[in-house]
T-cell receptor, first 115, second 109 residues
């Protein structure tokens, strides 16, 4: 199946700094990517839909200035957590639709810890 | 997208078939049934999907009732590596996947 690569897999940062997470579709072009957040022992929650060449669509309650999404090419979307705080610590996961749009493939996830 | 209902947890003996049920009584005609699983601290892994016919691949079988209001994912010979949270999701088109709470399957030696 198609491969989605997410980087980094784990990051620790200090409060107030910004962290960028990359999501790449390795062997296909993805016009749409999705960003999810997952707290311990909870399910995935959609944060935003990232569309290539246009502004991302954020879910209710997700601050767009806090979680900056850029989808500048058909194979790369980035999520930047700006001015990170300890409450931003979480597991962030991206996904991309396959070329037939019938399947969604997920990255490995990024565990962010803000200290 | 329609919501799904799954039991919160199930156990299965290693080597036996694991049958994971899912109710999706409000599914609409253009919505597919998808199954994903998530092993601890990893991204979800696609398993199988279907519209109305039963489907089988190298990982599992998907049985969808005739009225499409429920389905069952079957892992024919469960192994310890199949221990994970299994998510049943209904989805139309290329929309995002809405994850419910899933079923935590524990395969017991």
């Amino acid at each position: 199946g198609a491969v989605v690569s997410q980087h980094p897999s784990r990051v620790i940062c200090k409060s107030g700094t910004s962290v960028k997470i990359e999501c790449r579709s390795l062997d296909f072009q993805a016009t749409t990517m999705f960003w999810y957040r997952q707290f311990p022992k909870k399910s995935l929650m959609l944060m935003a839909t990232s569309n290539e060449g246009s502004k991302a669509t954020y879910e209710q309650g997700v601050e767009k200035d806090k979680f900056l999404i850029n989808h500048a090419s058909l194979t790369l979307s980035t999520l930047t957590v700006t001015s990170a705080h300890p409450e931003d610590s979480s597991f962030y996961i991206c996904s991309a639709n396959g070329q037939l749009n019938t399947e969604a493939f997920f990255g490995q996830g990024t565990r962010l810890t803000v200290v | 997208d329609a919501k799904t209902t799954q039991p919160p947890s199930m156990d299965c003996a290693e080597g036996r078939a694991a049958n994971l049920p899912c109710n999706h009584s409000t599914i609409s005609g253009n919505e597919y049934v998808y199954w994903y699983r998530q092993i601890h601290s990893q991204g979800p892994q696609y398993i199988i999907h279907g519209l109305k016919n039963n489907e089988t691949n190298e990982m599992a079988s998907l049985i969808i009732t005739e009225d499409r209001k429920s389905s069952t994912l079957i892992l024919p010979h469960a192994t310890l590596r199949d221990t994970a949270v299994y998510y049943c999701i209904v989805r139309s088109g290329a929309n995002n996947l809405f994850f419910g709470t899933g079923t935590r399957l524990t395969v017991i030696p």
